[in-house]
Nanobody, 119 residues
Framework: VQLQASGGGLVQAGDSLRLSCAAS????????MGWFRQAPGKEREFVGA???????FYADSVKGRFTISRDNAKNTVYLQMNNLKPEDTAVYLC??????????????WGQGTLVTVSS
């Protein structure tokens, strides 16, 4: 499945952004979809995921601020980011996993979208 993340930009601390991950080639309803981020000079880290049934998983650093949702009709997954902090600055990537209900073993990755949060 081909994935394309979009929606990044430059915002101020406290602002909100919604990222989108659009898929082509296969239907996303069959995949666990994950969001990851990579800040400059740091390793890629897990942000959150949503299973086929809609169960969500979040990293502690974003829990309560970020929300993942999916629109299977549009073959798109979203990452709603509220109350953004400078430490959220990173390239955000989406990924697909054929795992059933468990966020692991991602096989397809999209190009990232840059989110920059100024203080």
């Amino acid at each position: 499945v081909q994935l394309q993340a979009s929606g990044g930009g430059l915002v101020q601390a406290g602002d909100s952004l919604r990222l989108s991950c659009a898929a082509s080639g296969r239907t996303l309803r069959n995949y666990v979809m994950g969001w990851f981020r990579q800040a400059p000079g740091k390793e890629r880290e897990f942000v959150g995921a949503i299973s086929q049934s809609g169960r969500t998983f979040y990293a502690d650093s974003v829990k309560g601020r970020f929300t993942i949702s999916r629109d299977n009709a549009k073959n798109t997954v979203y990452l709603q980011m509220n109350n953004l902090k400078p430490e959220d600055t990173a390239v955000y990537l989406c990924a697909a996993s054929p795992s059933i209900e468990i966020p692991r073993a991602y096989t397809d990755w999209g190009q990232g979208t840059l989110v920059t949060v100024s203080s």
